[in-house]
Each structure stands twice: as structure tokens, then as C-alpha cells.
């Protein structure tokens, strides 16, 4: 909770799940870094399986985030391309319903930027500011042995969501970033994770620039989702 929160009581759960969305524009204002460990240590208490605790952490800021993003920024201008990535974002043929689905998020956010249809030059602009963390003071780098399996990886993902919906509890927002990892390398080079670990994502953490437009993206009614089997 930050201190305005703290005086007027904690945030409802289901405010902050509610609240939670990927937010792609930041002020330039600090987190503390006392605020950062109490999230990751409260965090801590994510379910895993038989307690693995699979995830592995890293949290730049200040200068070394500044380098990241000047690296990550000079490959953006240079062309380079993207590093090879270690596991599949998404199945190569998404059938129906996840198809229209990611069709429907990509009109919403591409529209809400004013970038037409087919204008991938633009959507490739609007890309690079993945790498720049969308302007945010802080980043979150998880990292998975290559040695998991699936159950693991959804240990990770558990992990992450206690991450964004205690940072909301803290007056913060986040994005999660699966596309950090095509450029893993230039992460690498930052902070130095031992061998045998896969970056998985980044996530962007900070304080909301409000002036930054967008549209919240719906979900599915929940009779897509969920079946009650009941008397």
C-alpha cells in the first residue's frame, strides 16, 4: 500500500484485481526500493508446487536501467534482429476462440494509438517501447531454469500476478513483458543470470501517466470460460 492508500485503509481484493491492467506509459518518478521488497516478499508466498519457488527475480533500476534501455534503444535503431527465442509465445496456428481473441486486442490497441491496419511500420515503432519500459523507473527480469517442465511455468505465472496485484495494493502499475525476451541477450549482458536460466518476461513497474490514452481490454463472459457442475 503506499502511504495515501495506507491512511485511508488497504486496497480491496478485488479492486486490485480489477484495477490490474498493462499499463504502457509511466511517469519518471522513483520507486522505492523498500516498497520493491516488501511486494517480492509478500510475493514470496505464491503457490508452487511442493514449494519449488521456480522463479528467479531481477530487479533493475536507476543506472543500470538507464544502460538497459540505451542498449535495447541502439538495437532498435540499428535493425538488429530479435534474439532467438527460447520457448513458443503463442501456438503457430491459434484456433478459435484465442484467434479472434488476440485479433480483437491487437485492433483495440493499435486503434487506440491511431495506427491503421497493415501499417506495420508503425506497429513497429510503437513496439520499441517494450524496450524502453515504457518509460518506467523500474523493471522486473523473471527468469526459469530450462531444466522445468509446464507445471513450473505456471508456478511463474502465479508468482507474477501476486507481483502485479500486491504493486497495485502499493498505489504502483505494471506491465508484463513476454517481449523482452527476444531480446534476452541485451537483459544478459545487465544482469549477468547464471547459465541454464530462460528469461521468461520483463515487467515494467512504476507510477501511471494518466495523460497516456488507452482502451481496457474486455474480457470474455464468463459462460466462455467457466461450466458450473453443480446439482
Do not use: H
Request: contains cysteine; proline residues 6%.
Amino acid at each position: 500500500m503506499s502511504s495515501g492508500e495506507r491512511g485511508g485503509g488497504p486496497l480491496d481484493v478485488y479492486e486490485a484485481v480489477t484495477s490490474r491492467r498493462a499499463v504502457r506509459g509511466f511517469i519518471d518518478r522513483p520507486v522505492a526500493r523498500e516498497v520493491l521488497e516488501r511486494v517480492l516478499s509478500a510475493a514470496a508466498w505464491a503457490p508452487s508446487g511442493s514449494n519449488l519457488q521456480p522463479w528467479r527475480a531481477y530487479v533493475v533500476t536507476g543506472g543500470p536501467l538507464a544502460e538497459l534501455k540505451k542498449r535495447a534503444g541502439e538495437r532498435v535503431a540499428a535493425g538488429d534482429s530479435w534474439d532467438e527465442r527460447e520457448y513458443e509465445m503463442y501456438p503457430p496456428a491459434l484456433k478459435s476462440p484465442y484467434y479472434e481473441r488476440r485479433s480483437a486486442f491487437g485492433e483495440e490497441r493499435y486503434g487506440a494509438l491511431g495506427i491503421p491496419r497493415g501499417d506495420w511500420e508503425a506497429r513497429q515503432r510503437a513496439a520499441a517501447d517494450n524496450w524502453q519500459a515504457f518509460g518506467a523507473p523500474a523493471a522486473l527480469f523473471c527468469y526459469i531454469d530450462r531444466d522445468m517442465g509446464r507445471p513450473q511455468w505456471a508456478d511463474l505465472g502465479m508468482f507474477l500476478q501476486t507481483v502485479m496485484l500486491l504493486l497495485r495494493a502499493e498505489g504502483l502499475n505494471s506491465c508484463p513483458q513476454m517481449a523482452w525476451s527476444v531480446f534476452r541477450k541485451t537483459v544478459a549482458e545487465v544482469v549477468s543470470p547464471p547459465e541454464g536460466l530462460i528469461l521468461f518476461c520483463g515487467m515494467s513497474i512504476g507510477f501511471e501517466d494518466v495523460t497516456v490514452d488507452y482502451i481496457r481490454t474486455g474480457r470474455a463472459p464468463l459462460d466462455e470460460t467457466v461450466t458450473f457442475v453443480d446439482g
